[in-house]
């Protein structure tokens, strides 16, 4: 059974760096797979951030790419969110997920809470 | 990117009752690469259909999913006490991935 678990910091100050982890078991990130973290801001709907592919490639949203960068950690087989330059709009709740090329996202963590706050 | 506007905000029913949720897409989805996702308060989102039309492993036969290009639907034939939740579609045709607003289904 696939699992993911995200872990971080649930309070950043603004102006600070989010780093968020999702470690992954079940299965392995060097597989043909992509890996997703997804955002949703109090009361909103679903936010992409990004998703990183096992060869490291990386799409990003655009209205995050200058602040967001994505990794792969292989010896941890887990992945990684850091997202700079925090605000009070970045606060909410942070999921990653599991994407098989051309299919939906079918595995996803429980989702951490980020808030963004002095 | 590929702006997805989804309707009705929120759709009231009966459980028993046939739900029909559309998603539009500004520009057309390739290869129908539509996912629709259920979530529910202080969950994760759950894949229920990608490809447009395919189930994902475990979803029952109630939930469907039709269309092509820039109109697809989600069906949910006979609505149970526990489908009443929040809808999303996301397109992953082309990055960036966005998804549509969301249709809350709720208790009539």
């Known amino acids: 059974q696939v699992q993911l678990q995200e872990s971080g910091p649930g309070l950043v100050k603004p102006s600070g760096t989010l780093f968020l982890t999702c470690a992954v078991s079940?299965?392995?990130?060097?597989?043909?797979?992509?890996w997703s973290w997804v955002r949703q801001t109090p009361g909103k709907g679903l936010d992409w951030i990004g998703e990183?592919?096992?060869?490291?490639?990386?799409n990003y949203n655009p209205s995050l790419t200058t602040r967001v960068t994505l990794s792969l950690d292989r010896s941890k087989n887990q992945f990684s969110l850091r997202l700079t330059s925090v605000t009070a709009a970045d606060t909410g709740v942070y999921f990653c997920?599991?994407?098989?090329?051309?299919?939906?996202?079918?595995?996803w963590g429980q989702g951490t809470t980020v808030t963004v706050s002095s | 990117e590929i702006v997805l506007t989804q309707s009705p905000g929120t759709l009231s029913l009966s459980p028993g009752e046939r739900a029909t949720l559309s998603c539009r897409a500004g520009?057309?989805?390739?290869?129908?690469?539509l996912a629709w996702y259920q979530q529910k308060p202080g969950q994760a989102p759950r894949l229920l259909i990608d490809?447009?039309?395919r189930r994902a492993t475990g979803i029952p036969d109630r939930f469907s999913g039709s269309g092509s290009g820039t109109d697809f639907t989600l069906t949910i034939s006979t609505l149970e006490p526990e489908d009443f939740a929040v809808y999303y579609c996301?397109?992953?045709?082309?990055?960036?991935?966005?998804f549509g607003g969301g249709t809350k289904v709720e208790i009539k």
């Open positions: 079940g299965d392995s990130i060097t597989a043909d797979t992509f």
């Open positions: 997920a599991r994407r098989f090329p051309y299919y939906g996202a079918d595995v």
């Open positions: 520009q057309s989805v390739n290869n129908d690469y």
């Open positions: 990183i592919y096992h060869t490291d490639s990386t």
């Open positions: 996301q397109q992953y045709s082309r990055s960036p991935l966005t």
């Open positions: 490809g447009a039309s």
